[in-house]
């Protein structure tokens, strides 16, 4: 079925650095994408999110990149910091049943080393 | 309340008893989505309810799975003769109708079976 997945399981960056986490989507027909921070015994917090008739969105020190052509999604975190660890998880929406609903990749786990 | 509020936080429970979980969505948010987690996986959808529309179950894993929506707002996920592979974390999230930016997840509730 239609799905949400991520390159990186797991990735390690240096604090200061910036980071990139990636993810790839199947339904051609979703409209409207979100990424989610998730930091250890919290409930998903909302970071950003994109409509399909654009391609890049910045928020603060967060920038979302995407590419309708090869179905790619992409979050850059610049400067990371230590409390940017955490788990990220992207979502696609679709519309199913007659309402809308975020189905979810699996994650990346960012780890920000001093 | 200004979040969802879930309850219990955490669960642990004998293997065949039945359990409840409860989510508090926010406060004039008429969509309620509850969602599992297992460990290191993503968010897996479970049910949706939206005003006084019947419920999209097509989520829920088995017939032991089952939701409740009382007044269009508390909502009750009740697991019964819970198995070891229910373990995992639950998570509700509420919206606006099902305005996707202001979905809000509560924390979760932990829910060991042993």
């Known amino acids: 079925g239609e799905s949400v997945g991520l390159h990186l399981p797991t990735l390690s960056v240096q604090e200061g650095d910036n980071s990139i986490i990636n993810c790839a989507y199947s339904?051609?027909?979703?409209?409207?994408f979100i990424w989610y921070k998730q930091e250890s015994g919290k409930g998903p917090q909302f970071i950003i999110d994109?409509?399909?008739?654009?391609d890049k969105r910045q928020g603060q020190r967060v920038t979302v990149l995407l590419n309708k052509t090869v179905k790619h999604l992409s979050l850059q975190i610049a400067a990371t910091q230590p409390g940017d660890s955490a788990v990220y998880f992207c979502?696609?929406?679709?519309?199913?049943?007659?309402?809308?609903?975020?189905?979810f990749g699996a994650g990346t786990r960012l780890a920000v080393h001093p | 309340g200004a979040g969802v509020s879930q309850s219990p936080s955490n669960k642990v429970t004998e293997k065949g008893k039945d359990v409840e979980l409860r989510c508090d969505p926010i406060?004039?948010?008429?969509?309620l989505y509850w969602y599992r987690q297992s460990l290191g996986q993503g968010l897996e959808f479970l049910i949706y309810?939206?005003?006084?529309?019947?419920?999209?179950k097509s989520g829920l894993p088995s017939d032991r799975f089952s939701a409740e929506r009382t007044g269009g707002s508390v909502s009750t996920l009740t697991i019964q003769r819970t198995q070891q592979e229910d373990s995992a974390v639950y998570l509700c999230?509420?919206?606006?109708?099902?305005?996707?930016?202001?979905?809000?997840f509560g924390s979760g509730t932990r829910l060991t079976v042993v």
């Open positions: 994109i409509r399909s008739n654009m």
């Open positions: 406060s004039g948010h008429t969509a």
């Open positions: 339904n051609s027909a979703s409209d409207y």
């Open positions: 979502a696609e929406n679709t519309f199913s049943g007659g309402y809308n609903k975020l189905i």
């Open positions: 999230a509420s919206s606006h109708r099902d305005r996707l930016y202001g979905y809000t």
């Open positions: 309810f939206q005003g006084n529309s019947a419920p999209d």
